[in-house]
C-alpha cells in the first residue's frame, strides 16, 4: 500500500457514567513488573469524565486512582496500567497508557472493581473460582483463568463473566485507538441445556467467510490496521430435534441457530474477530457438540501495509541558502512530524520516491531533498537523497509499530520566489 502526501514551499514574504465496562484484563503477564494493565471501554455515544474513579482490588484496596481531566471519547478506551508500562511493558509495539500506576493484579481467584468518584460501582470482573474471591468481586460467575502471556477480553456484557470474557492475544487499546471502534459485538443469548441421552448428535458441514479468494480452502485477507470479522457455519443435526442440541461451541464460544433446515438440522453460528496483525499462516476453528467434533481449517494471508499520519505539510520560506527540516516522530498523533505505520502482519521495510517540485518553469532539484528513517540523521544508513525512483531502507517494522519519516530540504539562493508542489510517496516493502 502506497501512501501519498504532498509538500508545498511556499516563497512568501508573510508572517509566519455509568456506561464505562471493563474490556480487557491483563493479568498474568511475562513481566509481572511493568506489564500488568486494565482497558476500560466507553461503549456511549458522548464522552465520559472519570477522574477521580478507582480500581480497586478484591480486598476493596485502591489499585490506581484516575488522575484529574481523565476523559473516555465516545466508544474510545482508555489504558490504565503497572507502573513502568512505558519501558517494560511485555511487547514494546503496545500503545502507551492513558496512566501508569502501582497496579498489581493475582493471577488466581481474583477480581477488580471500577468505582465513580461517589464510590458506586461501575463494573466488576472475576476470574478463578469464586470461592477464593472476597466482597463478590465479579458478575455472574468468574471468568475461566488465562495463560501467562495472554489476556481476558471481552467478547459480550450480559453481566456474566464467564460468558462475557474469552482468553485472547493482547490488543492492549488506548485513547489514541479510539478510530477503531465497535471492536466486540453484543449478543444476548437464550441458554437451553437438557441432558438427552442416546440420541447421535452430529456436525455434518462446516463454512468459513469470507473467503477472498477462489483457490481450494478459505483465504482470508485482515483489514488493514483494524479487525476482520469472520463468520463460521455449521450444519448440525439431532437425531430426535435440533432444539435440544445444547452446548454447542466455536473454539470455545457459544453458536446460536440462525436457520432451521427440519425438525432434526439447523445451521449455528458463530463470528469471531481477526486482528490484522495475525500472522500469516494456517489456523482451525473446532466445532464441538455433546458427542461428536468437528474442524474446519482457513488460512489467513500475508497483508503489506503501511499508512503515514502526515497528508500534507507546508512550509512558509524567507531564507535561501538554508535547510528546512521536517522532523518525523514515532508518535502517531503528531500530524506535522510524519510517522509511519505498519498496519499489516508481515515485517516491512521501507521504500521512497519523490515528484518534481515544481513552480511553473523553476524546479526545486531533488538532490536538495534528503530523507531519513532513522532518528533524524540524514546521513545513516538508513537515509539518503531524494529521486524519482524508488530508494530502500532496511527498517524492518513490525505488525503494529512506528518509524520516524523525516526530510530536509535544502532551498538554494538562485531558486525563484513562488508556489513549489510536488509528491513525497513512501511504500511499504514486505521482507
Known sequence: ????????????????VSAVRIEEVYYDALNESGSEAVVLFNPANESIDISGWKLKSESLSVLAALPANALIKPNGYYLVADAGWSSGRDNSNWSLADFEDSLTLANTDSGIGFYDVNDNVVDKVGWGSSVGISNSMYEGTPA??????????????????????????????????SEHQAVNTTQKAISI???????????????????????????????????????????????????????????????????????????????????????????TVIITVPGSVSSKSYEIMSLTAIELDSDSIALNIKDKNTNYIIFGDRNYSTSGRPTMKNIGNTRVDAAIKSTDITSGINALGLGN????????????????????????????????????????????????KGNYTGSVVVSAVAR
Open 1 to 16: 500500500m502506497k501512501k501519498i502526501w504532498l509538500i508545498a514551499l511556499a516563497m512568501l514574504f508573510l508572517p509566519s
Open 144 to 177: 475461566s483463568i488465562v495463560r501467562e502471556g495472554y489476556s481476558m477480553l471481552r467478547r459480550n456484557d450480559t453481566n456474566n463473566n464467564s460468558a462475557d470474557f474469552y482468553e485472547s492475544i493482547p490488543l492492549m487499546r488506548s485513547s489514541v485507538w
Open 193 to 283: 441445556q437438557l441432558n438427552i441421552l442416546d440420541y447421535l448428535v452430529a456436525v455434518n458441514n462446516v463454512s468459513i467467510s469470507p473467503d477472498e479468494f477462489d483457490a481450494n480452502g478459505t483465504q482470508i485477507i485482515p483489514s488493514p490496521g483494524g479487525l476482520k470479522e469472520i463468520r463460521v457455519v455449521a450444519l448440525v443435526s439431532h437425531e430426535l430435534n435440533y432444539s435440544l442440541i445444547t452446548n454447542i461451541t466455536m473454539n470455545g464460544n457459544p453458536m446460536h441457530v440462525v436457520e432451521p433446515v427440519n425438525r432434526t438440522s439447523a445451521f449455528f453460528e458463530a463470528k469471531e474477530n481477526i486482528s490484522y496483525m495475525a500472522a500469516p499462516g494456517n489456523y
Open 369 to 416: 531533498i534528503r530523507y531519513s528513517f532513522e532518528g533524524n540523521d540524514f546521513y545513516s544508513l538508513k537515509a539518503g537523497v531524494l529521486s524519482k525512483e524508488f530508494s530502500f531502507a532496511q527498517i524492518g517494522l513490525l505488525p503494529g509499530g512506528f518509524n520516524e519519516v523525516g526530510l530536509s530540504i535544502f532551498v538554494p539562493g538562485a531558486l525563484e
